[in-house]
């Protein structure tokens, strides 16, 4: 060993020692004990470099939200700048800061049309229960204070406070501390695990207006005037990259119309471009009363987030409301807005978006679907910067591993020794990569997914 890479091995050691203090969030702490946390150092571009010196192509730009890449200039000096000219102030009681009324401005104009008004948080799991308080209000406002129900689906994710995760649909989450009353959770347009609960194909437009369906009668069952709201992703992210079929959105729109309760796009992953258009909600062309955002909107450099209020709502809150009792130290806070704000400036520099639409995606998800022929591959499915291939044992048969083999586990420790990162969600190995991602980068990405796919099949043969 050189005399470099002992030092290196003992700077690892050294901080994996430190890290023994540290609670791990979504960590099982006895795994980590047996193979302590590799530590990453640095990042430029859309690559991590660890304490060895290892460099991994980042294929879920950090946790689907360094949106613009690591090492962005713009971003680093309007920190810099911010925190030197005010580091803090709140915008409550009347006050507020030149970032934040950019950043509120800026807001409006790259949201749809009919959303002008923006709330902050520091995270997407706080703007969700602000999203709970605001949908609240509103129909209490309306006088219709009945109107609790909020509908979710099951395995969605947004969030982890108490709200947030009564919101998402995630068992595991449910089981360690419940969930709070008026959440209701029906089925997730999972098109791919329909097929392998049958065990046989199933018509995809006719499954996505069934799925539909399942919020109508939902509605019917609670009763109209206690149903508050409906929310979801777009593309439900974490709980496995679930595109749904084509034929679901505009059915749910047309039942959240139909019964008059609020539609509630959560925009945390899928805002800022992830789909080739600056929402979801705009690549499905839906029309959220309140958009829950995060991540993307500052490229993850810094915390924050925000609910994003349609005109009809916030007309209700501000005309009829007086003063709405929720708010954060830090919404808004000055050095992470004036961050978002430069994170939007350069995505619009840059024609991101449009160049994610146009080159960037059609080139990763025609490559992403070559992966579709390794024999592990049951279904390849995405959208924009966004994928999920999923791990089957006989893809005729619509046939999953048992569960207890961990497959997609295995796959994801073989990508990262490939230098690679691409996550596992159950047998899923799921895809969120930067939007500057080059077709350089997606060549290098293919090679060391389809590498670690054939030693995954060697291991598990
Ligand atoms: N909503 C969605 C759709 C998410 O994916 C996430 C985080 N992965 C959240 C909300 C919660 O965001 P945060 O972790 O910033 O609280």
């Known amino acids: 060993m050189t005399q470099n890479a ?27 004990k047996q193979h302590p946390a590799r530590i990453i150092e640095s990042a430029n571009g859309v690559y991590l470099t660890d304490t060895e010196g290892n460099q991994y192509l980042d294929m879920m730009a950090g946790l689907w939200c360094v949106n613009m890449g690591y090492g962005q200039q713009d971003l680093i000096k309007a920190a810099s700048a911010q925190i030197e000219q005010l580091p803090y102030y709140n915008v409550f009681f009347k006050t507020s800061h030149p970032p934040v009324a950019e950043l509120s401005a800026l807001l409006a104009e790259v949201t749809p049309a009919h959303m002008n008004h923006a709330f902050f948080t520091s995270s997407g799991s706080e703007a969700n229960d602000t999203v709970l308080r605001m949908v609240w209000r509103y129909w209490d ?30 068992d595991e989450m449910h089981q360690q501390g419940g969930i709070i ?15 392998c609960e049958l065990g046989k194909d199933l018509d995809r437009a006719e499954f996505g207006r069934s799925v539909a369906k399942s919020i109508a009668d939902k509605i019917e069952e609670l009763g109209v005037d206690k149903v508050a709201a409906f929310i979801a992703e777009p593309i439900q992210g974490a709980g496995g990259v679930i595109v749904p079929p ?4 505009p059915e749910v729109q047309k039942i959240c119309d139909h019964y008059g309760i609020l539609l509630v796009a959560d925009e945390v992953i899928c805002g800022f471009g992830r789909t080739g258009e600056w929402f979801g909600s705009d ?22 987030g925000g609910v994003m209020v349609s005109d009809r709502i916030a007309d209700v809150l501000i005309n009829k409301g007086g003063e709405f009792n929720h708010g954060y130290t830090y919404s808004g806070h000055p050095v992470c807005a004036a961050v978002a704000v430069a994170n939007i400036k350069l995505m ?8 994610v639409r146009e080159e960037t995606a059609p080139y990763l998800q025609k490559r992403f679907r070559e992966l579709g022929e390794h024999p592990l591959v049951g279904e390849v499915r995405g959208v924009g910067m966004f994928g999920a291939l999923e791990l089957v044992e006989d893809k005729q048969a619509y046939r ?18 490939n230098n ?3 996550r596992a969600v159950g047998d899923a190995m799921i895809i969120s990569p930067p939007l500057v991602t080059q077709k350089a980068d997606i060549d290098v990405f293919i090679e060391r997914a389809w590498k670690s796919l054939e030693q995954t099949q060697k291991k598990i043969a």
């Open 6 to 32: 002992t030092q290196q091995l003992a700077g690892t050691e050294k901080w994996q020692n430190l890290d023994g203090h540290h609670l791990h969030p979504f960590t099982n702490p006895n795994d980590l």
């Open 141 to 170: 406002l309306m006088g219709k204070p009945g109107k609790r129900v909020v509908i979710s689906r099951k395995n969605a994710y947004h969030g982890s406070t108490i709200a947030a995760s009564s919101l998402g649909g995630m």
């Open 181 to 195: 009353p008026d959440i209701v959770h029906v089925d997730q347009p999972d098109w791919f695990a329909k097929r």
């Open 246 to 249: 084509e034929t679901y959105w």
């Open 283 to 304: 690549y499905f062309n839906i029309k959220p009363d309140l958009m829950p955002i995060a991540k993307g909107l500052s490229s993850g450099y810094l915390p924050i």
């Open 348 to 355: 619009q520099r840059e024609n991101i978006v449009q160049k």
């Open 400 to 417: 999953k591993f048992d569960k207890n083999r961990h497959v997609g586990i295995i796959c994801r420790d073989y990508c990262f020794e």
């Open 420 to 422: 690679l990162v691409m």
